[in-house]
T-cell receptor, first 115, second 109 residues
Framework: DTEVTQTPKHLVMGMTNKKSLKCEQH?????MYWYKQKAKKPPELMFV???????INESVPSRFSPECPNSSLLNLHLHALQPEDSALYLC??????????????FGPGTRLLVL | EDKVVQSPLSLVVHEGDTVTLNCSYE??????LLWYKQEKKAPTFLFML????IEKKSGRLSSILDKKELFSILNITATQTGDSAVYLC?????????FGTGTSLTVIP
C-alpha cells in the first residue's frame, strides 16, 4: 500500500477564516512533507518533518502552521490567508530521510481557494 | 545553488512517436533521482535511479541516469494519448527533493 490520504479535497475559505488540512499515511514512513503547487509550476517545498520533528521550513509565512501529532499524521493549520495562497497543497511521505534510496509518495492534494 | 533544469519545457507529438525528456541537475550531496508523472492531480511515482548507466524500464517507459554528466533521460516509446501529462524529475539530496520545472507532453491522436 503506497497510499497517502489528504482531506479535504477542496477548500474555500475567507481571509479571516481558520482551517486545517490533514494528511495521513500508514506506510511506516518517518518523513512527511508539505508542498504548495501553483498552476503550471512544479511543487514548491514548504515544510519537512523527520521523525515528527520539523526539520525544514522553507521561509514559509507564519499564517501557515504545520503540526505532526504522530508519525502517521501531518496537519497544516491555515489562518489569515491571502488570495495568492490559493493553490494545490500536496502532502508527501518517504521512508527515511537521508537514505540513498528514498522514494516519495504524494497524496491527492487539497485544492485551496482563498477569497 | 542547487538547480534542476528540464527540457524541453513542452512537447507535442503524435500517437506512436517516441519521445526523450531530459533532466540536468546540480544538487549538493546528490543521492538519487526520481521521475514523476503529473496529470490533473498529484504526481505519481515512475522511477527511482541511483546508479549510472543502469536502465530502469516499465512498459513503454524507460529511464537512465548519468552521474558523471549530471543528467537523466526519460524515454517513452509508442506514445499514447494517456501519456499526456507533465513529467517531473526530482533529485534527492539526502535532505530534500528538488523539483525541476517539468516537461509538458501532449500526445495527439
Amino acid at each position: 500500500d503506497t497510499e497517502v490520504t489528504q482531506t479535504p479535497k477542496h477548500l474555500v475559505m475567507g481571509m479571516t477564516n481558520k482551517k486545517s488540512l490533514k494528511c495521513e499515511q500508514h506506510m511506516g514512513h518517518r518523513a512527511m512533507y508539505w508542498y504548495k503547487q501553483k498552476a503550471k509550476k512544479p511543487p514548491e517545498l514548504m515544510f519537512v518533518y523527520s521523525y515528527e520533528k520539523l526539520s525544514i521550513n522553507e521561509s514559509v509565512p507564519s499564517r501557515f502552521s504545520p503540526e505532526c501529532p504522530n508519525s502517521s499524521l501531518l496537519n497544516l493549520h491555515l489562518h489569515a490567508l491571502q488570495p495568492e495562497d490559493s493553490a494545490l497543497y500536496l502532502c508527501a511521505s518517504s521512508q527515511d530521510r537521508g537514505g540513498p534510496q528514498e522514494t516519495q509518495y504524494f497524496g491527492p492534494g487539497t485544492r485551496l481557494l482563498v477569497l | 545553488e542547487d538547480k534542476v533544469v528540464q527540457s524541453p519545457l513542452s512537447l507535442v507529438v503524435h500517437e506512436g512517436d517516441t519521445v526523450t525528456l531530459n533532466c540536468s541537475y546540480e544538487v549538493t550531496n546528490f543521492r538519487s533521482l526520481l521521475w514523476y508523472k503529473q496529470e490533473k492531480k498529484a504526481p505519481t511515482f515512475l522511477f527511482m535511479l541511483t546508479s549510472s548507466g543502469i536502465e530502469k524500464k516499465s512498459g513503454r517507459l524507460s529511464s537512465i541516469l548519468d552521474k558523471k554528466e549530471l543528467f537523466s533521460i526519460l524515454n517513452i516509446t509508442a506514445t499514447q494519448t494517456g501519456d499526456s501529462a507533465v513529467y517531473l524529475c526530482a533529485p534527492w539530496s539526502g535532505n530534500q527533493f528538488y523539483f525541476g520545472t517539468g516537461t509538458s507532453l501532449t500526445v495527439i491522436p
